[in-house]
Structures are given as structure tokens and as C-alpha cells.
């Protein structure tokens, strides 16, 4: 049963443009937000979280939007570097009673110079 | 400030062999987690420590995989007997505690043949 969802596995765009990351989750008690980035063979990086009080984080080119109505958030980077070429993990806790992180299938990103 | 420290980085056995990971979380973090990432897949947690006590094992499967963190740091993950289902990345994650985001080591990359 896959709580968190990804259902973009890759997307590719041009230098100096908009990447948007989209993510899906189904259980209601998720409270806290979180995107990985991961290079190959290496392990996930944290990127930028949210909590469900909020509808927006940015962290310099990284934006990440909540929706809690349609259970689903987004990541924008701009401007897209070639180096922001990596898969984007989506993770989703129940923060309230500090359970786990349970993570989409992933999105790889392409920024192509 | 170090990050979390995993070893082996790549281990190949064969099926019904046994074999062990090792991981040295952020100092003063008090969450460990163990997750399984399969190819193509998210990564799925298998054990998740808070100090040296169980918090969730759930999707541990105990007839084959066990885990310990001693002293409520280091972890070490075993598989006895390996199948070939295994085959996987285990990455290891640690946070200051239940309710703040992970950081993840570079992972142990398993093959079972």
C-alpha cells in the first residue's frame, strides 16, 4: 500500500526553467513533509521540509507548496541548474506521534544545459 | 559536523550466507533507522531506533533480519540466512529525534547471488 506517490518517474527541462516535482499521499494523519535529493550512489540528501500549518517553504530556489485539501505538495526549483540533475525523493511522517518517513518511488530529474 | 557513517559500501554474497552492516549515526542524534531501498523503489523502513529501544520493527522481517544499537549509538543490521530477494541499498539515517527531518549515510549497496 503506497501512502506517498510519485507518479512522475522523470521529468527533463531546460536550464534557467521551472522544475515542478509532484507528490501524492492518502493517509490524513501525515503532518510533516519533506523532499530528498539523491545522486547515484549516494544516499538521500535532504532538501526542504514543511509542516501541515504551513502552505509554503522556500529555501533560496527551492519552493515547496502543501495542499492539505488535495492531500498533495509540489517542489518548484528555479532557476534549474544542471547540477539540480539528481532523483527527488518525496517523504511524508506523522510527525504527532513521531512514527516514520515514508517515502514516494522517486522523480529524476534531467536539467538539460 | 560528521555525517552518518555506513560500512561496507558494497558487499556481495550468496544466498544463505550471512552478512552484516554497520552505522555511526550524527553525534547527539537520538533516532536510528534502518531502511531498504530496492531498485526502482522508495526506501522502506525495517527498523527504527529511539536510543537503544525499539520504536517500530514492524516491517522487519525477524526470521531473517535483526538489528541492534548498543549503548544508543552505533547500529549494526544483520541477514542471516541472505535470499536473493535482499539484493538491495541499506541506508542508514539518524535525527536529533523522532520529530525532525533524517540524514542518511551513502548506504551499503547488497548482492545476493
Known amino acids: 500500500d503506497q501512502q506517498v506517490k510519485q507518479n512522475s518517474p522523470s521529468l527533463s527541462v531546460q536550464e534557467g526553467r521551472i522544475s515542478i516535482l509532484n507528490c501524492d499521499y492518502t493517509?490524513?494523519?501525515?503532518?510533516?513533509f519533506l523532499w530528498y535529493k539523491k545522486y547515484p550512489a549516494e544516499g538521500p540528501t535532504f532538501l526542504i521540509s514543511?509542516?501541515?500549518?504551513?502552505d509554503k517553504n522556500e529555501d533560496g530556489r527551492f519552493t515547496v507548496f502543501l495542499n492539505k485539501s488535495a492531500k498533495h505538495l509540489s517542489l518548484h526549483i528555479v532557476p534549474s541548474q544542471p547540477g539540480d540533475s539528481a532523483v527527488y525523493f518525496c517523504?511524508?511522517?506523522?510527525?504527532?506521534?513521531?512514527?516514520?518517513?515514508?517515502f514516494g518511488t522517486g522523480t529524476s530529474l534531467t536539467v538539460i544545459p | 559536523e560528521a555525517g552518518v557513517a555506513q560500512s561496507p559500501r558494497y558487499k556481495i554474497i550468496e544466498k544463505r550466507q550471512s552478512v552484516a552492516f554497520w552505522c555511526n549515526p550524527i553525534?547527539?542524534?537520538?533516532?536510528l533507522y534502518w531502511y531498504q531501498q530496492i531498485l526502482g523503489q522508495g526506501p522502506k523502513l525495517l527498523i527504527q531506533?529511539?536510543?537503544?529501544?525499539?520504536?517500530?520493527d514492524s516491517q522487519l522481517p525477524k526470521d531473517r533480519f535483526s538489528a541492534e544499537r548498543l549503548k544508543g549509538v552505533d547500529s549494526t543490521l544483520k541477514i542471516q540466512p541472505a535470499k536473493l530477494e535482499d539484493s538491495a541499498v541499506y541506508l542508514c539515517?539518524?535525527?536529533?529525534?523522532?520529530?525532525?527531518?533524517?540524514?542518511f549515510g551513502q548506504g551499503t549497496r547488497l548482492t545476493v547471488v
Open positions: 517523504a511524508a511522517s506523522p510527525r504527532i506521534t513521531g512514527n516514520q518517513f515514508y
Open positions: 553525534s547527539g542524534h537520538a533516532t
Open positions: 514543511i509542516s501541515s500549518i504551513k
Open positions: 539515517a539518524s535525527s536529533q529525534d523522532r520529530r525532525t527531518e533524517a540524514f
Open positions: 531506533f529511539q536510543n537503544n529501544g525499539v520504536v517500530d
Open positions: 493517509n490524513s494523519m501525515f503532518d510533516y
